[in-house]
Each structure stands twice: as structure tokens, then as C-alpha cells.
């Protein structure tokens, strides 16, 4: 360089070990920002957004959030045995140590054994005695469940939202009936209302949840308990199940046409021994749909039915072999509804299974759910593999939800004395997640195991397609 020393040039010239250091940390760098969490597009942050307030938000209320009561452990809903484990001080128990909700806010008898959640469906002028007992609906595929052409069918009844009927009105309700701090329910005294943002963003959370569209029925099911259980529900002069619960979903067909969810008077009312009632307990007669009430409620999906329940809006039957013998009994064959179904039959009768082919139609129940079990917990366990170095909390959180789904799977097929094969297949998937989640560093292998279990497990209960 003319005008300068060739000490002052060398002093210009990188050293060989600076310029090796700075290659090792530039490709560090680049290292750590490919691990960096991607940014999330529009509607995934959107979905985000409404977790986080699903689970977390109290909106000035008493402590009670919307997973207070549909647990993510508890698919989305709630029983008396996750109940008994919970702390005395969590928000579902504010009626026992708020003194203001002391009365008329909840029945804790009643919520602790059976699941019962008080709801004033009819209006607030008269606690004391205008109210309902309700178990806690699952929120899982309500993409596919809430949709009639009268409008959207939300709750037990299809009425379990104010206004339009719709999600984000259903959160309106649910803030004003189980979040407020005293029964004046008093809008920015006892609770603020949810910002039409935050409506937007729970509801895309909770239609995100669980399936995104209805089986094709007939599956390619292994087992003949199944496989005859499927051939009962799909048998209109049978089983009869496919009429109200189309491809063992929500929507309902008469006639061949598919004319979304509806209500039903199916006499669950008239069950004589309903458990909450021999407590003595008072508990008014559920009037169903609207007010005053038409006694209907409206149809769930059978999906996911088998690890949802107890059963029915009033949590009266335990088991789901028991909810299916229900519609082989009087209450529902004297009911509108089996009335009906019988007058469509020749022989002028409902439904009249016996004991094999209730248990049958249950078992195909239990494998469907099976099988959403397994779909859910690859879907979650695919996610890890995606997730950077960077996203350990939300690979942990994933391979939580995934054992969740397995264990389910476990007991839904296991109770039923169903695919012992599958089981063990499952109880290996269980244990290859758990070592996932205390990976440093071989994460994403036993998280590859797990899927493969799973796959196992899967081609147990359904012929793959070739």
C-alpha cells in the first residue's frame, strides 16, 4: 500500500487463529438462530393467544379460568375422580372458601361426586330453586359438532350460550355464570367481559382442538367384537346409532341427508334412579332447549365418547357400556326420540340390543376413541421432532399431551378386555415419550420410537391402507 510501513500493513492483515475463532463463532451463531423458535404464522398465533387465555385468564373474576373446569389432563372436561386430587383452594372449590358464592353459586356436594356443575340456564331471578346440574361437555372436534342450520348448537341443550349462540358468545356466558366474584354478576365489578380480540382468539383456540373432520364409516377395523359392533351401528334396523350420530359424529342423518347437529328428546330425564337425586339433593327437572325448555339437548360426537365420560348432560350413567344399554331401555324407547325411531321401523320397535351386541356396539365405540388417541399422540409427537433446541418447554408440554392421549388409550381399549396387543404396544409408546421428555440430547430418537410404537399399535386395531 503506497504511504504505509510494511509494519503498519502486516498490523492491517487478520492472523490465522482470529480468523479461524471467528469462523467457529459465526457458525455458532448460525447455529443458534437455525435453533431459535420459528415465528408463528397469523393463525397459529392466534391459537396461541387463545390457549393462553383458556388456561390462564380469570378475567377479574374469582380465580376461575375456562380450564378451571375443561382440564387439558381431563380431556377438556372433568370428573369426580381428578376432582378428589385437586388442592382445597383451587378456584373450582370458590364456593366453599369465598364466602359471597357460599350459596346458590355451586352444589360442592354434588360437584364432588358427581361432576355436577350448577348453571342457571333460565336466568339468574331465582338461585334458590331455577337452576340446572350439568356435567362438563368436552371440547374436543367442536369444529364438527356445533353447527346446525338453526345456528350453532353449544352446551348440553344447544343453548349454552347467550346472545347468537355461537363460541365466542359461549365464553361470554361462561365468564358472567362461573367467573363472577359475587351473584350480583355485576360486569367490570365482579368480572370484566372478554375484549371482542380475546373472543376471536379463544374461539380459534377451541375449534383447533381435537379432530378436524368426521370418520368414513365403514373403517377396515381387526377384531370381530369391533367389527360386529361397527356393522350394529351402522345397521339402520338395528342399531340405529348411525341415524342421530352419523360416521359416530355429531351430525345427524334422517333420510340419507346430512342436516348437522340437532336436538333430541331421548328421555334421559325419565331415568328413575338418576344418582344425584337419591343424594337427596335438590335437583330440578333439566327442561333441555331454550326457555322455557322443550326437554331436548343436542347431539354429541361418539369419537371421543369413551374416555369423556360419565355420560349424558346430567352425568347419570358411568361407564359407556352402560350409555349404550341406555337405548335399549324404556326411558328411551318411550321417549319422542324412540318413538320415532320406531315408527320408521317395520316392526314398529326402537332399539332392542342385547347384552352382546350393547357390549359389541360399545367396544367399536372404544376403538374409535382408540384410534383418536393414537392420531392425536403422533400428531403431537410429530411436532416435537419439528422443534428447535431453543423449544424444550413446548416439546415437554407436547410429549405431555401425548402420554396423556396413550394413557387413554390404554384404558378405553384395555377396560373393554379390547387388542391386549395393542396395549402393550401403547405401554411402550408411554414409556419411549417419558424418556423423551428427560432427553437432553436423544429427544428426538425416543421421540422416533414412540412414533413407531404408536404405528404398531395402530396397525393392531385397522387394516393400513397398501
Same mark, same amino acid.
Given at each position: ?25 459465526? $457458525?455458532? !451463531? ?96 331465582? =338461585? ?45 356466558? /361462561?365468564?358472567?355464570?362461573?367467573? $363472577?366474584?359475587? =351473584? ?17 382468539? !379463544? ?33 339402520? /334396523? ?15 342423518? +334422517? ?10 328428546? $331421548?328421555?334421559? #330425564? ?70 320415532? +325411531?320406531?315408527? $320408521? ?32 399422540? !403422533?400428531?403431537?409427537?410429530? #411436532? ?41 404396544? !401403547? ?24 412414533? /413407531? ?10 387394516? #393400513?391402507?397398501?
Amino acid at each position: 500500500m503506497p504511504g504505509h510501513s510494511s509494519a503498519a500493513r502486516a498490523r492491517r492483515v487478520p492472523k490465522p487463529r482470529f480468523l479461524a475463532a471467528l469462523l467457529v463463532a459465526s $457458525t455458532g !451463531l448460525a447455529a443458534i438462530a437455525a435453533c431459535q423458535p420459528k415465528p408463528l404464522d397469523p393463525k397459529a398465533a392466534l391459537i396461541a393467544r387463545g390457549r393462553d387465555l383458556f388456561f390462564n385468564e380469570t378475567f377479574g373474576g374469582n380465580g376461575r379460568t375456562c380450564g378451571t373446569c375443561h382440564r387439558q389432563e381431563e380431556n377438556l372436561t372433568l370428573t369426580p375422580a381428578f376432582i378428589a386430587t385437586l388442592p382445597k383452594d383451587d378456584p373450582l372449590f370458590v364456593a366453599e372458601f369465598v364466602p359471597a358464592l357460599a350459596q346458590n353459586f355451586e352444589n360442592p356436594r354434588l360437584m364432588r361426586e358427581f361432576g355436577l356443575i350448577k348453571e342457571n340456564l333460565d336466568g339468574f331471578d331465582s =338461585l334458590a330453586t331455577r337452576f340446572t346440574m350439568r356435567g362438563i361437555p368436552h371440547t374436543l372436534a367442536l369444529g364438527t359438532s356445533v353447527q346446525s342450520p338453526a345456528g350453532p348448537r353449544t352446551g348440553w341443550s344447544g343453548d349454552g350460550a347467550p346472545a347468537d349462540g355461537s363460541l365466542r358468545s359461549f365464553a361470554v356466558g /361462561a365468564v358472567i355464570q362461573h367467573f $363472577t366474584k359475587t =351473584l350480583d354478576r355485576v360486569a367490570d365489578v365482579d368480572f370484566r367481559l372478554p375484549t371482542d380480540e380475546e373472543l376471536d382468539a !379463544l374461539e380459534a383456540f377451541q375449534l383447533s382442538l381435537g379432530r378436524q373432520a368426521d370418520l368414513q364409516l365403514p373403517l377396515p377395523l381387526k377384531g370381530v367384537v369391533a367389527q360386529r359392533g361397527q356393522a350394529i351401528f351402522m345397521d339402520n /334396523a338395528v342399531g340405529k346409532c348411525n341415524i342421530c350420530h352419523s360416521n359416530a359424529g355429531a351430525t345427524t342423518s +334422517l333420510g340419507g341427508n346430512n342436516i348437522g347437529n340437532t336436538n333430541f328428546n $331421548t328421555g334421559v #330425564e325419565d331415568l328413575p334412579d338418576q344418582p344425584a337425586r337419591l343424594t337427596g339433593e335438590l335437583v330440578p327437572r333439566d327442561d333441555g332447549f331454550r326457555t322455557p325448555g322443550d326437554s331436548t339437548f343436542n347431539t354429541p360426537p361418539l369419537v371421543e365418547a369413551a374416555d369423556t365420560g360419565p355420560f349424558f348432560h346430567n352425568n347419570s350413567v358411568e361407564t359407556i357400556e352402560g350409555a349404550v344399554a341406555f337405548y335399549s331401555g324404556p326411558a328411551f324407547n318411550r321417549s319422542p326420540s324412540g318413538r320415532f +325411531l320406531a315408527s $320408521t321401523d317395520p316392526k314398529k320397535v326402537g332399539i332392542q340390543l342385547d347384552a352382546t351386541q350393547t357390549v359389541q356396539v360399545a367396544a367399536f365405540l372404544r376403538v374409535i376413541n382408540g384410534l383418536e388417541n393414537i392420531r392425536q399422540a !403422533l400428531a403431537d409427537l410429530e #411436532e416435537v421432532e419439528g422443534l428447535g433446541f431453543f423449544e424444550r418447554a413446548r416439546g415437554r408440554e407436547l410429549l405431555e399431551r401425548a402420554n396423556h392421549e396413550t394413557d387413554d388409550g390404554i384404558q378405553v381399549l384395555a377396560g373393554g378386555g379390547l387388542h391386549p396387543e395393542a396395549v402393550t404396544e !401403547l405401554v411402550k409408546a408411554r414409556e419411549l415419550t417419558r424418556r423423551a421428555a428427560g432427553s437432553l440430547f436423544n429427544r428426538r430418537g425416543y421421540t422416533g420410537d414412540a412414533k /413407531a410404537a404408536q404405528a404398531r399399535a395402530r396397525a393392531r386395531l385397522i387394516q #393400513e391402507a397398501p
